[in-house]
């Protein structure tokens, strides 16, 4: 009996896990440069001093969706998408660099160029920081050019960079905050190949039916599990009284 128990009790864990993974994907269908997360199952073994007799379930991320979203055109002038691969590189509120595919830039009150989360974007020098204008241009180097207040019409000055890395996606890894970061550790070098589109976004990559199809799945997979361990503890009272008997 507790064999299929054991298994049933660690299948309903994990398609709990599984909800919240599908949850997370389907609450940032509309969140900017997002990339979905993949999940699995599998059936283990369990070792011990004897035979490996008894299996669990086990539930697993084995990695995130990189394709890339729809483009949305914005004409805004600070908004940027990433042209095929690469990514853009923020600073962390500890000082270290994640990468990130949401382009939906900003400029506060100091000059700083920021994410639409806060984050500081960095250039070639650090952090982005760009005077007041009257005109933005984006290269699709990522060279940010600008006319100041007041100044001749036909004068752009380069003021920075965005800093553009394309490390390869099997070199980075999703954090909790959705960010990207090196696996190893460390700093990606900026590549010079990367190209952006100026005035549009890129939008999410989760498949809305998918996710919701497969939130509907792991519900009935729980609901089965939870009746198999409803299963096993009727069986283990009905012995109960046999030995009784």
Known sequence: MDKFLYISMTGAK?????????????????TNGFKADFHQYRSLSVYGEHYPSRAY????RPGTDTSAGTFMETSRDLDVAIKGEGWLAVQLPDGSEAYT????????????VTTGTGLPVLGDAGPVVLPEYEQLTVGV?????VRGLGEDPQALTEIARLKLVNPGNKQLVKGEDGL????????????PNVQVVNGMLEGSNVN???EMTAVISHARLYEMNVKMMLAAKENDEASARLMQG
């Open 141 to 145: 180097d990522g060279t940010l050019s």
């Open 57 to 60: 379930a086990v539930g697993e």
């Open 101 to 112: 595919r949401a382009g939906d830039l900003m400029r506060d009150v100091s000059g700083l």
């Open 208 to 210: 809305p039916v998918n």
């Open 180 to 191: 990207f970061r090196l696996r190893e550790g460390g700093i990606a070098e900026a590549d």
């Open 14 to 30: 994990e398609a709990m896990d599984a909800q919240r993974v599908r949850a997370n994907n389907l609450a940032n269908v509309s």
